[in-house]
Structures are given as C-alpha cells and as structure tokens.
C-alpha cells in the first residue's frame, strides 16, 4: 500500500516536471458555441509541431491571458522576441501586435501557428490535423454546420477571445460608474489625479475605456545601441515611425508583469521610475514622442500613488480562473 501511494506521487511529479508549460485544458464536457470551440482549440497543444504549446502556454489566464516571462518559450525551447500581452480586450482592437501587423483576429491566428519561435506548424498541416481528430470534426459539424477548414478555425478561435472582455468589476469601473464610492483609495484617487491631469500626458495616449487609443507612439525605447526593435516602422517603412509602438491598454496591468515590448521593466514601480524620467534608462533615445521629452520627476509620494492607481484597474473576475 505504501508503495503504490509512493510510486503514485513519483509518477504525479514526474507529470507536473515534464507538464511545466502546458495550461491544463479547462473544457472538455461542454462545447455548444464558438467560443466553447475556441477556447478548446487555445488551449489545445494540437496546434504546435511537437503537440507540447498550446495559446494558453503563452496567453495564461492566471495572467490575464499573458505570461509572467519578459520573452515566453516556443516549441523546442525557443525564446520569443517580444513580450506577451494580454489577449483580453481584444474586441475594439483595430489591429493586432505591438506593430500592428494584423488588422483582425483572424488573420493574426495563423501567425503564432505558424512562427518557428512559437508553434512552429504549418497552417495547412494544422488545419488537416483538426480535421483528423474525430471530436473537432463532429464538434465542427454540430456548431459550424461543416468540417473544420482553414476559415472557421481562425474564427472560433477569435471568437473564443472577442468573449474575454473586462466585465466592469474592476475598482476604477466601480467607482467611476458610481456603484461604489469606497472602491478606490484616497492614494488610488490621487494617482487618477495624476494619470488624467495634462501635465503628465499618461491620458493623452492611454484613453478611451480600455486606457489605449490605438495608436503607435514612440516612448524612448528604440536607440539603435541596445534597444534595437523599430517597432511600427518595420511594418510601413515610414521613418516617422521609427521605435513606436502599439499604445497597450492599461486593464488588468497589475497581472501582466513584465513590461514593455521587450519585458524590460520587472514592476510597475520600474515603469512608473522609466516614466519620472526617461533618461536615467536609456540616454539617447531616437524618435521619441514629444509628449515624452521633458522628464515629469515624480515625488515619491506621486509615484506610489500613479502605482496604486493602476491597482484599481484589475478585474475581480478574470476569466476561466478561480480568482
Ligand atoms: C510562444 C508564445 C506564444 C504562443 C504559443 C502564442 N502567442 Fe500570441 N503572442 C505572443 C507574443 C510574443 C505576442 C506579441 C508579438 C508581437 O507583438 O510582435 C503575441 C500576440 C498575440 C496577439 C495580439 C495581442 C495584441 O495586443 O495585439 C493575439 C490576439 C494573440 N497573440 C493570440 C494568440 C493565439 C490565438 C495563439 C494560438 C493560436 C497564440 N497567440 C499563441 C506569444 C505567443
Ligand atoms: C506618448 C504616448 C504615451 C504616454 C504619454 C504614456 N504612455 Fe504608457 N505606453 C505607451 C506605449 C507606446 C507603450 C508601449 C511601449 C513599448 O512596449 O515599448 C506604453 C506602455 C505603458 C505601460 C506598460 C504596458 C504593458 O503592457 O507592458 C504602462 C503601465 C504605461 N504605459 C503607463 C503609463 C503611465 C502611468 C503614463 C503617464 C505617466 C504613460 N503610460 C504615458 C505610450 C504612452
């Protein structure tokens, strides 16, 4: 009896050692919708060469839909070169990655599919694989009314990820929807204060419900000395564009450590320093936003408040997770 008990926990770490990466597959019973069915398919490794990723690896609900490394792990080991984000509040997005090279989710599906660093799979040789598992083909049957093909995987799992939208539970919601006066903190109202005021400009380019208003804008992270990724401009070829970036939404940030497109910030407390002044981490940045070339020299006092404002934006309820 002892020996099966010891021998069954041997056997169970053994699986959760090798199981490291692999997002445990949340589905399964009950797949009616297209969402059902896309969130089968993110969270199914079938879609990587080796059958060991799955989107989920990469875009973990307990993160918010991102992942807690500054570049995440493809088939083979391969480290990304950009940051993960967060594929929650997906829904008003009129394009998609830091450079905005997908304009819809659809058509940015197939792209981790079939990037080497990360899945690594044909997309063709993906779809025939959906096609050949008994349970998708059925499933496709019953909610798309025909076999999987090339068209509705991309969309089911686009579907899948048009459901994650934040859904008002989060401090800021409650207390700017005046459901809940208490919900921020008097350090949480100040560091709003300061978001909002004009002279620290955060507002100017982290409007609009989910704190982004899509545009690219260049914050002094592109030098061409260690910071090297040119960002929008690799996409237009317009030199206007040189170092900017997709402007993130602000929602769930606290879950999304770390930060930038190139992970370089741990915390927000270090994105909150890179923002008092710019120039103590990168001395001769390129290109960089207007808005952003006076340093703002934060109090220390402002600077924890700014932190804790951003607090206010996590959601209570994060999809497919027990928090
Ligand atoms: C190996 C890690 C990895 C895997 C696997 C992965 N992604 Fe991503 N994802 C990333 C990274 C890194 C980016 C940002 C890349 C960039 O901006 O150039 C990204 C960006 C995205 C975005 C754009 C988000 C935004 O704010 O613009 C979406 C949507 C997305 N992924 C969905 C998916 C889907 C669907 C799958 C599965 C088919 C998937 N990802 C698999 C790492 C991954
Ligand atoms: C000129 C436009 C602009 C201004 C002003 C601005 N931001 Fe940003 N912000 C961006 C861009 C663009 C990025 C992404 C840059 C990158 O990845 O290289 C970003 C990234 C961030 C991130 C990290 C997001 C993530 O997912 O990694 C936080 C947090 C943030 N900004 C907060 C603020 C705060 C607080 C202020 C005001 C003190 C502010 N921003 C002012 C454009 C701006």
Redesign the pocket.
Known sequence: MKWLILISFFCFSLGTISDFRKVSIVTESYVTTKVDLGQK??FDPI??LDQS???A???NPDFAFA?NRA????VNDSI????????MN?LS?P?????G??AT?EE??II??ENP???NLSYDVAVKRVQNNIEYDSLFRIIYNTKPDSINIAQA?SEF?RSLESDGSAPHDLWINGIQDSALTTSQIRGRELFISDQNKCFDCHFGPDFTGDEFRNIGLYDEITLMDKGRFDITKDSTDLGRF?V??LRNIALTAPYM?NGMFQTLNEVIDYYSNPYDFVQHPINTDTLMIEPLNFTIQQKEDLVNFLHSLTDKKIPLTSR
């Open positions: 398919l993110f879609l990587s990723i799955s989107c690896s990469c875009h992942d570049f995440s792990i493809g990304g070169i950009r940051n993960t984000p967060s594929v997906m997005r394009y998609f990655f830091y450079d090279r997908s989710l940015q599906a981790p599919i660093i990360e899945m799992l990820q997709k993130p939404g497109h």
